[in-house]
């Protein structure tokens, strides 16, 4: 048996012109296992995806699916993929898309098979103009899915689909990978992310900023954030001392206005009062996930922001 | 290579049935304007002694089977836009195979229109004409269109989509007006026709006339046709290299 990981992905950069897409972007996925690409938009999701099919070629760094090169795994069929901007012809029914794709085939399945697969057996006749989005998707997964691949990858698959849509495309998904197959997919959802994923890679500005379970990574993603006006003057002394506060995961300072990010922000700012009796126009509010990619990515560009520290050993890179 | 494929690609664009009906429309409106002024009273083209219907159907069919195979422009450059090349990229298909199947596409349609055009030419106007005259007449233009549709296919690798539209037009303008699809070149000043000695549409039209004749100078227009070929081609794999190189 081929023991060799699913992807292998080493030291991976593209640039588009003065534009840094994927910027050195390591990544093992081992097969049989369910990873979430997780990120804002332009945060080089849909790039290191091209990157990994071969669909574009990387300016640094290789890209190995199966042990070997991109285009010889997807040759033999054991790639599937519904990516970003892949539309299917609106002329066609979503039968006859899935036909076409199976012919290009060596040994794909059956186009009903396909269609059951990805739930759309009773819009099999309908042409892909008349799609909702939905339906568009689960189109789109059966032409995926339909050279019987070993990994999937899925861009987005659940965008523009509504809650009941989302449940479905998610069963089928399900099904697939009991089976023991490799998925892909990028989402900017972390509770999409949180439910179907075994493994989260956080992605901002092209770089995995944090690798870990759906636990981990959702540790990072918590806690509150809490702003406030200060009235004193702004030193790396203070910045060290804010820092060292309990449950401090972050600070920053941006034209007098505070920034703490913390696990337990009653212990912190009960010990921020205590220190401090000049702050003002105080807010706690939950950390959301773009506060989170912000002060991940942060705390690599600019050395004097504390290094987040609460991340478990490993989910860190 | 999928021969499977191949075939579905061609089948799935002759069942379009918007865009048959778009690529027949013209040239069928030509034989019956063309054909019902002059049609079947026998008369005898000076030039080449072909009765002037034939002539006619030759033209249209040459008229007919270049705008089919020059039509793969559109799908090229939709299929582009809407990512479905991208699609197709994730399946064992060569970017070699995608442009093939668009070339066997082209010679599907392009068959089709000849075969409906002179079908209808004969059914209508019954010209005085051998079968077998017939049959070479269309294998020729059958043959001659390849130079079109790899011209569609660079087209369709070049333009931009709110590009393709207006530079179909003029490459496609520019052959039916100077190979002498549409008017006589007698009417036009005589440098006009040495200038269409050059342009593959004019001597589609003359294999036509030739496989009509079963005689004359065959080399000439395989000549020209066949440089135009290796142009073509030469042009699509040095378009396709430098989009595989950049990735």
């Known amino acids: 048996m081929n023991t060799s990981p699913a992807i292998r992905l080493s030291g991976l950069r593209k640039t588009f012109g003065s534009l840094t897409a994927v910027d050195g972007v390591d990544l093992t996925v081992n097969a049989g296992e369910v990873i979430a690409l997780l990120g804002p938009n332009g945060a080089g999701k849909s790039t290191t995806i091209d990157l990994a099919l071969g669909l574009a070629r990387p300016t640094a760094g290789t890209a190995e699916l199966f042990g070997g090169d991109p285009r010889a795994a997807i040759r033999e069929g054991r790639v599937g993929a519904m990516l970003q901007g892949g539309a299917l012809l609106p002329t066609l029914t979503v039968a006859e898309s899935v036909a076409l794709v199976a012919s290009a085939h060596r040994h794909p399945l059956s186009v009903a098979e396909a269609l059951e697969r990805a739930r759309c057996t009773e819009i099999a006749k309908r042409r892909v103009a008349k799609l909702s989005g939905g339906q568009m998707q689960r189109a789109r997964f059966a032409v995926a899915v339909v050279s019987n691949p070993d990994l999937l990858f899925l861009d987005e698959p659940t965008a523009a689909m509504d809650v009941e849509a989302r449940r479905t495309f998610w069963l089928s998904m399900r099904e697939f990978t009991d089976q023991g197959r490799t998925v892909v997919f990028a989402t900017h959802y972390l509770d999409e992310a949180d439910a179907y994923a075994d493994r989260i890679v956080m992605l901002a500005r092209g770089r995995v900023v944090a690798d870990g379970t759906p636990a981990e990574v959702k540790a990072v993603v918590s806690g509150r954030r809490i702003a406030a006006t200060a009235g004193f003057a702004w030193t790396p002394e203070v910045a060290a001392a804010l820092g060292a506060l309990p449950g401090v995961r972050s600070v920053d300072q941006r034209n007098g206005r505070l920034t703490i990010v913390s696990d337990d922000s009653d212990a912190t700012l009960r010990a921020l009062l205590a220190a401090h009796d000049d702050l003002h126009d105080i807010e706690v509010t939950a950390h959301t996930m773009d506060d989170a990619f912000l002060a991940l990515t942060e705390s690599r560009d600019d050395a004097t922001a504390p290094t987040p520290h609460t991340l478990s050993e490993g989910a860190l890179r | ?247």
């Not at chain 2, 089948?11 to 002059?38: C, D």
């Not at chain 2, 995608?98 to 106007?125: C, D, H, N, Q, R």
């Not at chain 2, 207006?166 to 052959?175: D, I, K, N, R």
């Open chain 2, 1 to 247: 290579m999928s021969i499977a494929y191949l075939g579905r690609e061609s089948l799935r664009q002759l069942k379009n049935m918007r865009a048959m009906i778009f690529t027949l429309a013209v040239p069928l409106v030509m034989l019956l304007a063309f054909g019902g002024t002059f049609g079947g009273r026998g008369q005898v083209d000076a030039v080449t002694h072909l009765p002037w219907i034939v002539v006619t159907t030759i033209q249209v069919s040459a008229y007919g089977g270049m705008m089919a195979a020059l039509s793969q422009a559109f799908n090229i450059v939709t299929e582009r836009s809407l990512g479905w090349n991208r699609q197709l990229r994730v399946t064992p298909l060569t970017g070699t195979g995608y442009l093939l199947s668009k070339l066997v596409a082209a010679l599907a349609l392009a068959l089709l229109s000849i075969v409906v055009i002179v079908g209808v030419s004969i059914a209508l106007y019954h010209p005085v004409l051998p079968a077998m005259s017939w049959m070479l007449a269309c294998l020729a233009i059958w043959a001659g269109v390849v130079p079109f549709a790899l011209l569609g296919i660079l087209i369709g690798q070049f333009a931009k989509p709110e590009f393709a539209q207006p530079l179909f037009m003029a490459v496609f303008m520019g052959m039916a007006v100077l190979g002498g699809l549409w008017i006589p070149l007698q009417i036009f000043p005589a440098w006009v026709a040495n200038v269409a000695q050059a342009v593959p549409s004019y001597w589609l039209n003359r294999v036509g006339q030739l496989g009509a004749l079963q005689s004359g100078d065959a080399l000439t227009p395989a000549l020209v046709l066949t440089a135009w070929t290796l142009a073509l081609g030469a042009l699509i794999v040095w378009r396709y290299r430098r989009d595989a190189a950049r990735g």
